[in-house]
């Protein structure tokens, strides 16, 4: 335990002062302090790339031969790389400290993406500055305050989270002793209240990345089938919860070729949002069909409904319909709207008060 807090108090130090200069040999000197290994890898996938390493072996995941323990780093429920670590042998003990320190390292990796676009707009707006500094001082200043903002926001609040998510999990898996029942509720609360929050930063991010054109597409081919299977089962858990009747209707042989994350994001914030503002023993339903050379998905449920006034306004940033929604920034539809538009499809919604609403994704199937 003393160990694994002195790596997460290092590592949070060393990327507080410098977040990016030597990311790797920092990480994985200070997580060999308390597991002994051979190598050490972080591979990024869609598409696969090794982007940080240490006495590395080869390039590849798949070529990896030795004895190895693997995490997946994860991101809104999404599996966005892996770290290995080879060695050996590992104890069990080393099993619950790497998979605790993985949440660390999932979470200031994605810090690191931070910092980078944050880099790029100040270079961006430096730049900008010269060409308009006499009719556009007022336009780069609130620029100059939103970058500010944004380091704030990663920094500041990302960073403790770390600590926080990394400790409930070690926790959680008893590796501080046994825990009551009661005890297990509590860790599972604060992990769930950290993850929820480390969602709503991300959604910041995502929209920085959109108004600065910086959100790129990794697209690839895939069964759309095999991605709802898999939506389906990180809904799994609200839908119970609510006892909502969830029921699919989609052509199999539906093959796309998107960013597999993007449209992921796109299904389950939708899917998600029909969830929460539909009663409990609602009813939601998703369709998927092929039209021509387009994809409609459409996600449907018996919720509360909006009203025809504000169609167009719920894809506003910002924008909330009715009370505000504890745990969102209002940014979800806007960010689902955009991700369908550099994919050079639409959305669209049909809704009516008290009987339900229905959001249509049409996609260029190629």
């Known amino acids: ?14 990327f507080k002062i410098n977040p990016s200069e030597n990311f790797d040999i920092e990480l994985f000197g200070l997580l060999k302090e308390i597991i002994d290994f051979e190598s050490g890898y972080i591979f990024f996938v869609n598409p696969e790339r090794l982007e940080y390493s240490f006495n ?31 060695g050996n042998k590992f104890d069990d003990n080393d099993k619950k400290i790497f998979k605790a320190c993985s949440s660390i390292i999932a979470n200031i990796t994605k810090d690191i993406e931070i910092s980078k676009i944050i880099k790029m707009q100040v270079d961006a707006l430096e730049k900008g500055y010269y060409e308009v500094q006499k009719s556009n001082k007022k336009i780069l200043e609130a ?11 990663s920094h500041e609040l990302r960073t403790p989270l770390n600590s926080i998510l990394g400790f409930s999990e070690l926790m959680a898996n008893g590796f501080a002793g046994p825990i009551t029942q009661k005890q297990q509720e509590y860790l599972n ?3 769930a209240s950290g993850i929820n929050l480390l969602g709503m930063i991300n959604e910041v991010l995502d929209m920085s990345k959109i108004e600065s054109n910086m959100m790129k597409l990794t697209r690839k081919e895939f069964m759309l089938n095999d991605l709802i299977i898999e939506i389906e089962n990180i809904i799994a858990p609200l839908l119970i919860k609510k006892d909502i009747k969830f029921t699919k209707k989609i052509d199999k042989s539906i093959k796309i070729k998107a960013d597999y994350q993007k449209i ?11 969830i929460k503002y539909t009663d409990k023993c609602g ?21 509360i409904g909006i009203d025809k006034k504000y169609h167009k306004k719920i894809f506003n940033k910002f924008e909330q319909v009715g009370e505000s929604q504890a745990n969102s920034t209002g940014l979800g539809l ?15 919604v049909k809704s009516t008060p008290d009987i339900g609403s229905e959001f249509i994704v049409r996609l260029p199937q190629i």
């Open 1 to 14: 335990m003393e160990k694994y807090q002195n790596f997460a108090t290092k590592i949070e130090k060393f």
């Open 56 to 86: 590395p072996q080869t390039k590849q995941s798949k070529c990896i031969k030795e004895n190895f323990l693997m995490e997946n780093l994860t991101f809104k429920n999404s599996v966005f790389g892996k770290i290995y670590i080879t």
């Open 143 to 153: 620029e100059k305050i939103k970058s500010k903002f944004l380091s704030h926001v």
């Open 189 to 191: 609360d604060i992990k």
């Open 264 to 274: 992921q994001q796109v299904l389950f914030n939708l899917l998600s949002n029909a």
């Open 283 to 303: 009813k939601v339903e998703l369709r998927a069909v092929k039209e021509d050379n387009f994809i409609t998905i459409s996600i449907k449920d018996n919720g």
């Open 334 to 348: 806007t960010i689902t709207r955009e991700i369908v538009k550099l994919h050079g499809g639409t959305i669209d």
